[in-house]
């Protein structure tokens, strides 16, 4: 007679993995596709081709680097405290 027993190999429990599946659909259904379908408007110029001129235009802009600039200060004063 054997002194070490067999341990059987519990049952994998998906219960788990299905209270975590409402919630990923949720924030998929919320955030992530709204935030997919600003990239693709962000990506597609006037003309519907896929590039980065858009990204270019804004980069360029007065307004987006005193944006940048205003960020950036605010955060670094709120981590500085």
């Not at 209270?19 to 997919?36: D, E, K, Q, R, Y």
């Not at 379908?37 to 590039?51: C, D, F, P, W």
């Not at 980069?59 to 709120?78: C, E, H, M, P, W």
């Amino acid at each position: 007679m054997s002194l070490i027993l067999p341990l059987e190999k519990p049952a994998l429990n998906l219960r788990p993995l299905l209270w975590l599946l409402l919630p990923l659909l949720v924030l998929a259904t919320l955030f992530f596709w709204p935030l997919s379908l600003i990239v693709e408007q962000a990506l597609r110029g006037a003309n519907g081709e896929i590039g980065l001129e858009t990204f270019r235009q804004v980069v360029d802009s007065k307004r987006f680097v005193g944006a940048l600039l205003n960020t950036l200060q605010i955060a670094f004063f709120a981590t500085a405290g």
